[in-house]
């Protein structure tokens, strides 16, 4: 029995583990942390999400950039941002389909391993030891369609970053 809880909380461990940190690269530019270059040769209406050092985010489509502000247009209106006021901006990708599929498909197979196994262990001389697998792989196969559809993350591109 002690063999079998050890199992199931290891197992429970790596289901629930944050996933890796993979950060998305420009295609051909690595991304420049410090460099406000970077954001001046963006083209303009490409889709950004800029931060300010006040915590405020906006959303919204590149117009210019100039060694002391930043222009994006949000909705109808052109919104200045003093170089000094920005913290982070990045080109908006959307939404990661990939990243959800992936943190459902953990939940899901998490608790799919806890209902196999509440099923099986009072009653396994009369059940299949195939249960709890069983009840794993279709946890983690309906968490990842539901994360999929979801849709949970973003694939923004980092651009600038201030120091």
């Not at 809880?5 to 890796?20: C, I, N, R, Y």
């Not at 953990?106 to 030891?129: E, H, T």
């Amino acid at each position: 029995m002690n063999k079998r809880l050890t199992t199931l909380t290891l197992a429970l461990a790596l289901a629930f583990a944050p996933a890796l940190d993979v950060r998305a690269q420009r295609r051909g530019v690595a991304p420049a942390r410090g460099d406000w270059s970077a954001v001046e040769a963006l083209a303009p209406g490409e889709k950004l999400v800029v931060r300010t050092r006040d915590g405020e985010r906006l959303a919204g489509r590149f117009v210019s950039a100039s060694d002391l502000l930043l222009v994006v247009r949000h909705g109808e209106t052109d919104i200045s941002l003093a170089r000094d006021n920005v913290r982070l901006v990045q080109l908006n990708r959307g939404k990661s389909r990939l990243k959800g599929m992936l943190f459902g498909a953990a939940i899901g197979a998490g608790a799919g391993f806890g209902v196999g196994s509440v099923l099986y262990f009072p009653y396994r001389d009369d059940m299949a030891g195939v249960t709890v697998p069983a009840f794993t792989g279709l946890g983690a196969a309906v968490g990842a369609g539901i994360g999929a559809a979801l849709a949970k993350g973003n694939k923004n591109v980092t651009v600038y970053e201030a120091p």
